[in-house]
């Protein structure tokens, strides 16, 4: 019996599956902090799990979530975004976040 689906679509499914092995390949930019609240709050969206939590910056749960993508190697381009963020907005903070990722050892390779 024949499917119903098309070829391509088919392709598309197993080109999809074909990157499922904790790897993530993202076309265009993808932003992991949305900033809130003039820095005191953050979204922070996680590759890892697909999940985007509304996290307090000065919080540990913050600095955990952080850590994990770090883990994952995703640090990099967190503190880039970071920089970002305090060069974009002074005020907010950003500098004394990215010092207090430092000292938990957030960054460490």
């Known amino acids: 019996m024949a499917s119903n689906t098309s070829k ?3 392709a598309s499914v ?3 599956q074909a990157g ?9 930019e993808f932003k992991y902090l949305i900033p ?9 969206r996680n590759l890892t799990n697909g999940k985007t939590n509304h996290l307090r910056t000065d919080s540990d749960a913050f600095v955990e979530e952080i850590r994990v993508l770090a883990a994952a190697g995703h640090g990099a381009k967190i503190r880039a975004e970071i920089e970002g963020l305090d060069a974009s907005f002074p005020k ?12 938990a050892g957030v960054f460490a390779s």
């Open 14 to 16: 197993r080109a999809g």
């Open 36 to 44: 809130l609240a003039e820095g005191r709050f953050a979204y922070v």
């Open 20 to 28: 499922q092995g904790g790897a993530l390949s993202v076309l265009g």
């Open 92 to 103: 907010h903070g950003w500098a004394t976040i990215e010092k207090r990722l430092e000292d």
């Open 8 to 10: 391509t679509a088919r």
